[in-house]
């Protein structure tokens, strides 16, 4: 299995330009999320999915667009990267939580650095 | 304000030592999760944890649910060791987790 893989794994964009960042899991994981981390914060969510078809905000979603067409595919879409999108990009997926005592832990990809300038 | 508040930020230490790092948080968790991200950038799944404790290998992680705090130790600390360990809270009814700063270590040969 190759887990939780990201394409690209470098982009450097101008101001503007657009671009879809993949990720892709085969361990048939319900959820999936995508946050970036930024020098001296914790990883911050920007979006996530508890399901095909299915998208929810996290808490950094501004600038950012998600779809999830296929349960093994999370897809997460800069319309038009800003300076402030510079940064690392890491998608995680999970199986859906079964019952009160059974919380199961998210696997990471191997992240997606983007620099806009 | 961050909710998952971790220390120490930063800690060296020389091989050999007994390492303690704590996460504390604001309000009742379902789930704790213990991350650890290497130099190179990937992040991996220590621990998760919702009571008690869990050992592996080296590590040991506990948790106080009561006083919202967990640690994470590592015993016989080696250089391989040296990484940014991240402390991850769950709430209930919640789909999502809040992440802490992370602490880096450095373990010295």
């Known amino acids: 299995n190759a887990g939780v893989t990201q394409t690209p794994k470098f982009r450097v964009l101008k101001t503007g330009q657009s671009m879809t960042l993949l990720c892709a899991q085969d361990m048939n994981h319900e959820y999936m999320y995508w946050y970036r981390q930024d020098p001296g914060m914790g990883l911050r969510l920007i979006h996530y999915s508890v399901g095909e078809g299915t998208t929810a905000k996290g808490e950094v979603p501004d600038g950012y667009n998600v779809s999830r067409l296929k349960k093994q595919n999370f897809l997460l879409g800069l319309e038009s990267a800003a300076p402030s999108q510079t940064s690392v990009y890491f998608c995680?997926?999970?199986?859906?939580?079964?019952?009160?005592?059974?919380?199961?832990?998210?696997?990471f990809g191997p992240g997606t650095r983007l620099t806009v300038l | 304000k961050n909710e998952v508040e971790q220390s120490p930020q930063n800690l060296t230490a020389q091989e050999g030592e007994f390492i303690t790092i704590n996460c504390s948080y604001s309000?009742?968790?379902?789930?704790l999760h213990w991350l650890q991200q290497h130099p190179g950038g990937g992040i991996v799944s220590l621990f998760m944890l919702s009571s008690g404790k869990k050992k592996h290998g080296r590590l040991i992680a506990t948790i106080n649910i009561q006083e919202k705090h967990s640690s994470l130790h590592i015993t016989a600390s080696h250089p391989r060791d040296s990484a940014v360990y991240i402390c991850?809270?769950?709430?209930?009814?919640?789909?999502?987790?809040?992440f802490g700063k992370g602490t880096r270590l450095h373990i010295l040969p």
């Open positions: 309000v009742g968790i379902s789930a």
């Open positions: 995680a997926s999970r199986f859906r939580d079964r019952g009160f005592v059974s919380y199961n832990e998210q696997f």
């Open positions: 991850a809270v769950r709430y209930p009814r919640d789909d999502k987790i809040i």
